[in-house]
Antibody, heavy 122, light 110 residues
Framework: QVQLVESGGGVVQPGRSLRLSCAASGFIFSNFAMHWVRQAPGKGLEWVAVISYDEDHKYYADSVKGRFTVSRDNSKNTLYLQMNSLGAEDTAMYYC???????????????WGQGTRVTVSS | QSVLTQPPSASGTPGQRVTMSCSGS????????VYWYQQLPGTAPKLLIY???QRPSGVPDRFSGSKSGTSASLAISGLRSEDEADYYC???????????FGGGTKLTVL
């Protein structure tokens, strides 16, 4: 079955950087686009970024564009999110999610991990 | 302010049928599929409905989705206490080139 395990969260000072990882198993990782979605405490879901199966296409939410970079290593079945210039507004639970279907089905989240918490505070 | 609009709350009694709405625009719901997610308290979201009205394996047929124009709805029949959760609609937004969510509807089973 699809398993997604996020790691790398923690407490970080404003202006600093953090890299999140998501280890995938239970499916052919290199066949699927992957997403990051976040949820601030007590708030709703906010989509962050998506990367195509071959890294050729990357899309970002306006709120993180220019600060966050999504990448993947298909040889390690791992998804990454490099977060720079962090601010209090980036405090959230960060979920990685596998795309529901293949490329022909478009980009939409399907299976979700359990999340890793990021707190930006001095 | 979410791109998709959902009522913040809904409620029903066990056995009842409840529906919740999701309103968007021609750039998202009007031109793309709608997906629905269920988030039980303290857990990660789970896909409930994909491509407007399709259920993933394991999702009971008590859950159904529909779409008309720039709006969509989720219906839950035979309401159970374990259905108490937050429900989010989502769609791809063409001009933003991103997935957009509704603000979520908190379902209370009375």
């Amino acid at each position: 079955q699809v398993q997604l395990v996020e790691s790398g969260g923690g407490v970080v000072q404003p202006g600093r950087s953090l890299r999140l990882s998501c280890a995938a198993s239970g499916f052919i990782f290199s066949n699927f686009a992957m997403h990051w979605v976040r949820q601030a405490p007590g708030k709703g879901l906010e989509w962050v970024a998506v990367i195509s199966y071959d890294e050729d296409h990357k899309y970002y939410a306006d709120s993180v564009k220019g600060r966050f970079t999504v990448s993947r290593d298909n040889s390690k079945n791992t998804l990454y999110l490099q977060m720079n210039s962090l601010g209090a507004e980036d405090t959230a639970m960060y979920y990685c999610a596998r795309n529901w279907g293949y490329l022909r089905d478009g980009y939409m989240t399907g299976y979700w991990g359990q999340g890793t918490r990021v707190t930006v505070s001095s | 302010q979410s791109v998709l609009t959902q009522p913040p709350s809904a409620s029903g009694t066990p056995g009842q049928r409840v529906t919740m709405s999701c309103s968007g625009s021609s750039s998202n719901i009007g031109s793309n599929y709608v997906y629905w997610y269920q988030q039980l308290p303290g857990t990660a979201p789970k896909l409930l409905i994909y491509k407007n009205n399709q259920r993933p394996s394991g999702v009971p047929d008590r859950f159904s989705g529909s779409k008309s124009g720039t709006s969509a709805s989720l219906a839950i029949s035979g309401l159970r206490s374990e259905d108490e959760a937050d429900y989010y609609c989502a769609a791809w937004h063409d001009s933003l080139s991103g997935q957009v969510f509704g603000g979520g509807t908190k379902l209370t089973v009375l």
